[in-house]
């Protein structure tokens, strides 16, 4: 894989497993909840233009940008991926 441009791939943090089984529509509820806490994300991969971070950085985005940043499937976990100017901070 190769991530191109300005673009930030980031982990998503895990949630807690649930022995209810929770609809996707429900799980996204969750998720845009969980967002509000989500303070220092790491950096999984950055795009060959990126200057500011780097792998394994750990950032905060704002939560409008995380609610629109796009869910990629990559090995098996989701990320998420973001334009570079969505950084606010570097940890």
Known sequence: MKL???????NVPKRP???????PETERELEM???DKWIALEVFETGE???TVKS???VYVP???LQNAE?????????M???EFDIAIVW
């Not at 191109?4 to 980031?10: F, P």
């Not at 497993?17 to 609809?23: C, D, K, Q, Y």
């Not at 499937?73 to 990320?79: A, F, H, Q, R």
């Open 63 to 65: 939560s409008s940008a």
């Open 17 to 23: 497993e649930s022995i209810i089984e929770l609809t």
């Open 71 to 79: 869910r990629i499937p990559v090995d098996g976990d989701t990320k």
């Open 33 to 35: 909840k969980m967002i």
């Open 81 to 83: 991926m973001i334009a």
């Open 4 to 10: 191109v441009g300005r673009r930030v791939l980031l």
């Open 49 to 51: 233009d990126v200057e």
């Open 56 to 58: 394994g950085d750990k």
